[in-house]
């Protein structure tokens, strides 16, 4: 049961608190400042709170429900596909860490060091894993000797350390933060292609399944690909109300070139030394926020269902003269019915707090359905339901509850996708010219653009669009390809174009 939710008002203090039932409400809205909205939001939502080391943050229950249930929806479809878990060290060597060097280039201004124990300086430095290629790969090249040894797939659920300095926001950007992150090792290119799809599939269903957020698959360019690796897959999330992309989770194949440092080779069938396919993917806590600022709202949290570790609030609604024991029995019986059937419902008993405040305070912590009972509701042998995506309410006999609420909350995950992708696409604008472009970003837009895939340009878009709100760069080269005419010109170089790609500001 709820009991304990909230902090108990002063003492002497119950007359005001019942009294003032929108004390909980959010000081900035959505559309006006998002940035201090987002903040209040994942604090008072109880998802976050502050640390006393920047950015750092205590991940409160209600947020690791949420990391829980997409964890056992991945672990387990990893494991379909023979992958196993283990752990490595957090630390690593300097000398193991830049052995890659364009691998540690990209890496080296987010990485943590440990110089002293107790009051003496080490002799070495000793790093924080900030990803653990460089960790991991010289024990693959102990255990890969010959072809029967492969494929080695294995993944590890872990925290990292990358030590932002600029802009740190829960979930999107923090010092350390938690994932996962798969690295396999295999005989041939085509396996390893094979599967760095298949974990982006993972992915891609993490976020429009379970997130109900519309993501766009692809390809990233060669300056945003992972540093040391062959080419980057992603999935790809916007924010409409700040007009920035999200990398939402990557599958990288990491072609030969770790092997070639790490000396990862094995004998093949013919007897003959051959150097393995490396691929490595992660998902991180990011994407818990990107769903509190997709499905948010000026009430607080919006979350889906699949992922809320309360699906279903029940609260008590007496009057004055009701039989109130009755209306406590009818919704204990309630939360045991709706358990019994397999979602996540509780109760809300307190007290010291009136229905309204209570409304108030699971609208901000986003559980998905509230069920109201009062003296009519008893009466009638019926509950009152009443939504958190659209606020429209539903009396529900009690004899069709189980059915009624599964509806409902299939509903609501449904129409949480359906808004989200009807937003984000309505801010995709198509532009063929530099003006357009620059017009399009000046408004925020998710743009499609023609593109010549030259790295140079790439940098001379990023060189000329550098302002306070930061630089354009590409998202992605979306698989999903609108058809590309004969003589297409890129809107950048003027120069013959290869391909469609996402460009806009980023997170």
Known sequence: MAGGEAKKPNAGGKKKEVKKETGLGLTNKKDENFGEWYSEVVVNGEMIEYYDISGCYILRPWTMSIWETMQEFFDAEIKKMKVKNCYFPLFVSSTVLEKEKDHIEGFAPEVAWVTRSGKSELEVPVAIRPTSETVMYPYYSKWIRGHRDLPLRLNQWCNVVRWEFSNPTPFIRSREFLWQEGHTAFATKDEADEEVLQILELYRRIYEEFLAIPVIKGKKSELEKFAGGLYTTSVEAYIPNTGRGVQGATSHCLGQNFAKMFEISFENEKGEKAMVWQNSWAYSTRT?????????????????????????????????????????????????????????????????????????????????????????????????????????KVDIPRASLVEQVKELLGNIQQNLFDVAKQKRDACVEIVKTWEEFIAALGKKKLILAPWCDEEEVEKDVKARTKGEMGAAKTLCSPFDQPELPEGTLCFASGKAAKKWTYWGRSY
């Open 288 to 392: 818990i926020g990107v769903m509190v600022m997709v499905h948010g709202d000026d009430k607080g949290l919006v979350l889906p269902p699949k992922v809320a570790s309360v699906q279903v609030i029940v609260v008590p609604v007496p009057y004055k003269d009701a039989n109130t024991q009755g209306i406590f029995d009818a919704c204990t019986e309630t939360v045991n019915t709706l358990s019994e059937a397999g979602i996540r419902a509780e109760a809300d008993f307190r007290d010291n707090y009136s229905p309204g405040w209570k409304y108030s305070h699971w609208e901000m912590k986003g559980v998905p359905l509230r069920i109201e009972i009062g003296p009519k509701d008893l009466a009638n042998n019926q509950v009152r339901a009443v939504r958190r995506d659209n606020s429209a």
